[in-house]
């Protein structure tokens, strides 16, 4: 049997533009996660590093955390990028999975860092992030529907949402700790997910593709 190969977007993923501030800091910030963990990372440090004062980088970034959520955001715009035209005939678990994996490729690159962000978000003194990550949680699935052009009301797309919200975060723990190619781990475990619930939900609603 051959070899599965990783699957590839057939769009570029494209970050969005920061500003020359916000780049050096995201720059500075993330050269220091190489090399130690993001929890322990000081302002001061990373302001050093980007060759900038630490009053000069406060109004945009008070904490390590706004690093991290700029961070993030990079992601989000990626994955948010236009399927192409092509892609609308798709089934909808195809344009979830080639979305939702844009996401996963903006980050891969910095993956330690990344996982390291969030870890700090979720440590226990931090609680004060975790309201936060609720809300952020909430826009990613709601954005990561609209990208896929699911157009589900009312029940249907309450159940939507929660089922989404955990395929997210299952596959998301899945990435943190995927050392295989291309990460075809977190490709499988995402494809049989939302699989799975695209078959849930067609016994009980019209189908949506």
């Not at 920061?18 to 993001?38: D, F, G, M, P, Y």
């Not at 870890?119 to 949680?137: D, N, Q, T």
Request: aromatic fraction near 8%; charge should be positive; charged fraction near 20%.
């Amino acid at each position: 049997m051959p070899v599965q190969k990783p699957k590839t977007s057939s769009t570029k993923v494209t970050l969005i533009k920061l500003t020359t501030l916000e780049r050096r800091v995201l720059k500075a910030a993330l050269s220091i996660a190489a090399e130690k963990e993001w929890y322990n990372i000081s302002l001061s440090e990373v302001a050093s590093i980007a060759g900038l004062e630490l009053n000069e980088i406060l109004p945009r970034f008070p904490d390590t955390n706004a690093i991290a959520n700029t961070w993030f955001e990079q992601a989000l715009y990626a994955m948010l990028a236009p399927l192409p035209k092509a892609h609308n005939k798709l089934p909808t678990s195809e344009r979830l999975e080639i979305i939702l994996l844009r996401w996963f490729k903006a980050l891969t690159p910095q993956k330690q860092a990344t996982v390291g962000m969030l870890r700090s978000k979720f440590h226990l003194p931090h609680f004060h992030h975790w309201g936060p990550l609720v809300f952020a949680l909430s826009r990613h699935v709601q954005l990561w529907r609209e990208t896929a052009m699911l157009r589900t009301v009312g029940r249907q797309r309450q159940i939507e949402e929660i089922a989404l919200t955990a395929i997210f975060l299952g596959t998301l723990g899945v990435w943190c700790t995927d050392a295989s190619e291309g990460q075809l781990l977190t490709q499988k475990f995402l494809k049989k997910k939302l699989s799975q619930g695209d078959g849930i939900m067609n016994r009980f609603f019209e189908p949506t593709h």
